[in-house]
């Protein structure tokens, strides 16, 4: 039986959630998908570490040395445990951008090799005028620009997924954006703006039915629900420590063995090599390949603790208190006139981000009055400027809970949205 | 310091009705900016009268504070000489990076003084400064004031 | 007047000094070279941040995210000012490793946009067969693999500065090496391996004299001795947190603002836009347009900690204080019978790191006897696998002394080289 | 535990006295493994004999425990059938990875054994391995072992 999320024990863990703002505001934290906070867990684990076994890892002979190397592979082992995978397919880079950009530039790279050196690169990463690149019509601008950027770099077309009025994804499409020209395409699990939870395992299947590889950003699904990477069907999975309690400064990318194995490095430097000459280099076999210099090592060892709080919580229950949490806020704001809500009105296929725009109100200044309350949420495009446009609103207002959320969180929200209202008269 | 504090009346009532909202017929220099964070938009068009006096147009779309303060500053400077209109550029920007701190000079600033409490909002700076920073790139572009500033640093 | 360095109060900063290794040695820390270890000052600054301020930056209109960007900018600036640059001069990076990479892609990118939009792009960083790239035989694989890469992908030649005996550069032979084809010099700072201070400034004016943009890896130079930036002549200059001090997870790239403006994006994403159409993006100004998604927020916090306990200590004293270990290491080692310093011998032009071979033992052994006197030393080949070629030897033991060691410390690791040989009968 | 456990005298005296360090006249499979770490080399060439049983030849350089542990490979599985030189390897492998609380098999590993030191110390386990790994390439260019492993797990 699923053992509930219990909001008042665990704000005991996060210090930041103590403190007040403005005039003496209690903080109600409701931007975790900006960011989450961090409970003392991963706090201690990161700085025990620096206080007794901080070193370079990977090298070096010395106790030290050997300590913090148990300490970075038992993170990685930990983290890929979270998520069903092997160690060895789970690759460190420092954030979610760079995981994706990671998947992007494997095609960039390899197309420029393959100029000068066609046999030194796979050639599913290789790109011509003609190929097609597909995201969908409400990516973050991490799920987008790398790919606009391949497209410039190689002469391949960027094609997308549009979106229905409800903020779902536009399948009727599929099977014609998706064809024979595709080498590769990328899809956001659940989308940071709009709260949708995308079906991509039938997203995935497509690709694979046309011969491209399949990218999936998890950035909005593994922090709030329980996601086995295999599940998803994809060659490559990306996400962010720091949403999910983690430290800033880093982030994975999950791969298929056979796929990493096949992709040419992205930043190359010290500890990816095998072998180097002044005139050539080999290099190490992944996830090493794709980890070059000095890692983030005491972030792993946090991101590990985080993982641990989490799984002691268990994921079920963490997706069922925000599944919770979002049926009341969707209610909520119906509730309120004048706020129109920017993604899904029921709550089924999609999390606990909760965009919505307020009749005759720039976000901006719903933000202000929400500010004024204690309330923190983000108002802005999202990065996800492109969905905004869809739907025709220069930027919405998001609220995006997490486990250290309760309904009173959202009350105080709908209060401030109302000043907000009543200020400017609207 | 709270949020009415930071929404004064003059801001609100600019907002609610943008004075000399318009586009000019010719134009000596334009300029688009886009606060890339919230999408907000101005675009500041400037030419000289026969007089060599500012003529400003404007249009955009975004929060109170961006359009109040395009409105406030097209009709501040608006008939200034462009070295006046520099003036209250700069005071404005200052102003702006006070962090509240500074008492602003209503002679300079007219009713851009009441943005003071902006200056306590980083986030809402920005939102401020997008239609004086596309004056001064539409200046740049339109040649004006270039000249001015060339012989006093020279 | 210079304040000398207090080795027993420094290391009260230190927890991680105060513990044991193996059977209950006191911790010797000889291996700075690889990472330096952490004070204090630069853990609680990072965790104050995390338990106050923690939230996304340039982003959200909240307190929170007020607070972390000013953390964030306000970081920058101590950071860029401690190396005599302008803030918005400096790029935050994952670690020097992706500092250099930035600079080598921005050469790959433009010539990839080149093909397909020859407007796209300045003209300075395409590239095409016939064109030549300029390293040393010194560069950290850090500073070789990403040019060889820029190579791979554009038909370009690598060409290298070589080195005299004495573990110097020859630069007899830079006229030749640095000529009209060449657009483009990286050059090390201090060498890693060797401890060789190169004369960049002179090799940075030969480079702008052939019209190449030059680049210094500062990753040894500028945790310890002051630098200015600008003194070095360099377009760009890149280096890591971990070796000052700071926090891992954090590197950072100076550029003159000039050259930051004419560079292409690397990684790509939220927060390095201007605008954002699917069809299209536009890039933000630097140091932006380099730092997508979401940053290292915590570690910049740390780092500009790591700065400010330098900066009290004084980078001239810092200075001081090694070089005196080095002539005091430097003369121990030339007195040990059978051991050759790899390197130049004398106390001139030259950092901390002292690197040396042991007749008859491989260094893997030599760095097992100091392990077990408690001594951290650094052996292999130091990501500088050409030079060890260089000088005929698979790999070597390095001693790289910091702030928090004296003269007692090279005694023990004598004491283990001795040990050592008595051991292996050599 | 300190370093005079690690190398017990059996290391030495294969680092100091290799056995059988030559390569092979005909090899029907060879492979050079690299540590990238420091750097250690060690190429291993394997064969069958008319019996169907290893034959092995190596060559090296790199550390003490890298190098006795290629000179202690040759001479224990030089003779075994493939089979047998599996076990061995396997068994080494566990040794290597049993952080020092195994109890190994003198039968199976000969002297291989004074290496249970090595387990205690990460750094130098690759070290160890190193020539096992190259053996287990090198039986598989060659083909050896291979149809014994389909057979096993189909
Ligand atoms: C000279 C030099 N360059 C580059 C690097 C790479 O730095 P990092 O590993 O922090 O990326 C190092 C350190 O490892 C170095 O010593
Ligand atoms: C859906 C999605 N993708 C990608 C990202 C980028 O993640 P990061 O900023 O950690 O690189 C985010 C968060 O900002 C996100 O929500």
Redesign the pocket.
């Known amino acids: 039986m699923l053992q509930p999320i219990d909001v008042d024990r665990i704000r005991k863990d996060f210090p930041i959630l103590q403190r007040t703002v403005r005039d003496n505001r209690p903080l109600v934290y409701l931007d975790s998908?900006?960011t989450s906070q961090k409970p003392m867990a991963v706090l201690d684990a990161e700085r025990a570490f620096y206080e007794t076994s901080n070193a370079g890892v990977h090298r070096g002979a010395h106790q030290l040395a050997e300590e913090a190397t148990d300490a970075y592979e038992g993170a990685r082992a930990t983290i890929a445990g979270f998520v069903g995978a092997q160690p060895a397919e789970l690759v460190f880079t420092k954030?979610?951008?760079?995981s994706?950009n990671l998947a992007a530039y494997a095609f960039s790279n390899a197309t420029a090799k393959a100029v000068h050196a066609p046999d030194s690169v796979d050639r599913r990463f290789v790109l011509s005028p003609g190929d097609s690149i597909v995201v969908t019509q409400m990516e973050?601008h991490?799920?987008l620009v790398p790919w606009q950027e391949a497209c410039a770099k190689t002469g391949a077309t960027l094609r997308w997924i549009g979106l229905t009025d409800e903020g779902r994804l536009d399948l009727e499409a599929l099977d014609s954006v998706i064809d024979e020209t595709t080498r590769v395409v990328s899809v956001?699990h659940?989308?940071?703006i709009l709260g949708t939870i995308n079906p991509v395992q039938a997203i995935m299947g497509r690709a694979h039915e046309v011969g491209a590889l399949g990218v999936v950003?998890a950035?909005?699904s593994i922090p709030h629900m329980p996601v086995d990477v295999h599940d998803l069907g994809a060659d490559l999975v990306a996400w962010?420590g720091?949403?999910m309690l983690g430290p800033t400064g880093i982030?994975l990318l999950w791969g298929r063995s056979e796929v990493l194995q096949a992709m040419p490095p992205f930043v190359s430097g010290g500890s990816m090599i095998e072998t180097v000459f002044m005139e050539h280099s080999t290099y190490a076999e992944p996830p090493k390949r794709f980890e070059a210099g000095t890692p983030m090592v005491a972030q792993s060892v946090g991101l590990a603790a985080a993982v641990r709080y989490l799984d002691d919580l268990g994921m079920d229950a963490v997706a069922a208190h925000e599944h919770d949490l979002t049926g009341y806020a969707l209610g909520q704001l119906e509730e309120l006139r004048g706020v129109r809500i920017i993604g899904p009105r029921d709550n089924v296929d999609r999390g606990s981000a909760v965009s919505f725009v307020v009749d005759g109100l720039h976000p901006h200044d719903v933000g202000q009055f929400l500010d004024d309350k204690g309330v923190a949420v983000r108002v802005g495009h999202h990065?996800a400027w492109p969905t905004c446009r869809r739907f025709g609103v220069p930027a919405t207002t998001r609220i995006s809970p997490y486990i250290y959320n309760d309904r009173a969180d959202i009350d105080i929200a709908m209060e401030g949205i109302m000043a907000a209202q009543k200020f400017f008269g609207v | 310091m709270n949020v009415e504090a930071l929404y004064q009346d003059i801001i609100l009532d600019h907002y609610k009705h943008p004075r000399g909202r318009q586009l000019l017929a010719d134009p000596a220099g334009e300029s688009h900016q886009v606060n890339p964070t919230c999408g907000d938009e101005v675009t500041v068009q400037v030419g000289l009268d026969s007089d060599g006096h500012l003529l400003v147009g404007y249009e955009g779309q975004g929060c109170s504070i961006s359009q109040a303060s395009a409105s406030v500053m097209s009709e501040l400077v608006a008939g200034f000489d462009p070295a006046q209109g520099d003036d209250a550029r700069r005071a404005f920007v200052e102003l702006m990076h006070s962090k509240g701190a500074a008492e602003p000079d209503e002679d300079v600033l007219g009713d851009a003084v009441a943005f003071v409490g902006v200056a306590k909002y980083p986030a809402r700076i920005k939102c401020a400064l997008l239609p004086w920073m596309a004056l001064q790139d539409a200046e740049a572009k339109a040649g004006i004031g270039i000249a001015q500033e060339g012989t006093s640093t020279s």
């Open positions: 998908g900006a954030n979610a951008t760079e994706l973050h991490a799920n956001v659940q989308s940071n950003d950035c909005q962010s720091h949403k982030g990065c």
